[in-house]
């Protein structure tokens, strides 16, 4: 076997060397393995380049969807920028109103306070007036009875009582008001109890209680009654002060 391979050899180089077409017949049929060869690896080559370019087109795509959604959020992004701008101007539009409704009402309760301020000072005006006025009818009128008493505001450390005076007799105590209901009955007693726990120095043997009022509510005057308090007015005795002195003459036999 040996010798067949190396006869066979030793033939073709011979051939190779004496037969020009044989050579030319070796030589192109060497180039056409080459090809086939080179062939195969331009194909393979090819199909890694195919699959490399068909993996940069998915990539691509894959970018392409990407950047659509960046763009979708982006215009998302630009909308509720938009509504956000819009809900500011109208938040902004709603300050200034309320601004310029506070600046009114601001305004109003300025001129409001204004107004109050001048009516508490009329108010306080008309009171001292009234106060002033109560102690001189209510010493004249016990003039008219021949009862002689200085009448004053007393001052105590826990209450003032617009009304009072004394004589060695008698003691008046009382409030005056421009109006007024039961309770400044309730008050015109309490300052009397007072008195009579804490300074009974200040009473005397006969108590006159009394109101000097201009607007008094209805029930207030039948109240006064039943409690013997003085209650009237420069033009008018509602509770007249010749019952209240009556009783209390009556009340001492």
């Known amino acids: 076997m040996r010798e067949l391979s190396a006869r066979i050899k030793k033939e073709m180089i011979k051939l190779l060397k004496e037969d020009e077409e044989f050579r030319y017949t070796i030589a192109g049929l060497m180039g056409i393995q080459d090809i086939s060869k080179g062939i195969d690896r331009i194909e393979e080559e090819q199909r890694r380049l195919r699959e490399d370019f068909n993996k940069m087109l998915q990539e691509q795509r894959r970018l392409r969807e990407d950047f659509n959604k960046m763009l979708q959020e982006q215009e998302a992004m630009r909308e509720e920028q938009r509504r956000l701008r819009e809900d500011f101007n109208v938040l902004s539009q709603e300050q200034r109103r309320l601004r310029e409704d506070?600046?009114?009402?601001?305004?109003?309760?300025?001129?409001?306070?204004?107004?109050?301020?001048?009516?508490?000072?009329?108010?306080?005006?008309?009171?001292?007036?009234?106060?002033?006025?109560?102690?001189?009818?209510?010493?004249?009128?016990?003039?008219?009875?021949?009862?002689?008493?200085?009448?004053?505001?007393?001052?105590?450390?826990?209450?003032?009582?617009?009304?009072?005076?004394?004589?060695?007799e008698y003691c008046v105590i009382g409030e005056a008001s421009i109006r007024a209901g039961l309770k400044i009955l309730d008050e015109i007693v309490e300052k009397y109890e007072l008195l009579a726990r804490k300074y009974p120095n200040y009473l005397r043997e006969k108590i006159i209680l009394v109101?000097?009022?201009?607007?008094?509510?209805p029930e207030l005057i039948k109240e006064a009654?039943?409690?013997?308090?003085?209650?009237?007015?420069?033009?008018?005795?509602y509770v007249p002060l010749d019952k209240v002195l009556k009783r209390l003459r009556e009340e001492k036999t």
């Not at 409001?112 to 508490?120: N, P, S, V, Y």
């Open 102 to 168: 506070f600046n009114k009402m601001l305004k109003a309760f300025q001129q409001m306070d204004k107004r109050l301020t001048r009516i508490e000072k009329t108010v306080e005006k008309m009171t001292i007036d009234i106060e002033d006025e109560a102690r001189s009818f209510v010493r004249h009128k016990l003039m008219e009875r021949g009862i002689s008493v200085d009448v004053d505001v007393l001052k105590l450390p826990e209450a003032e009582i617009n009304i009072y005076g004394a004589n060695k």
């Open 211 to 217: 109101l000097y009022v201009l607007i008094p509510v």
């Open 225 to 237: 009654e039943k409690r013997n308090i003085w209650v009237f007015k420069a033009t008018k005795e």
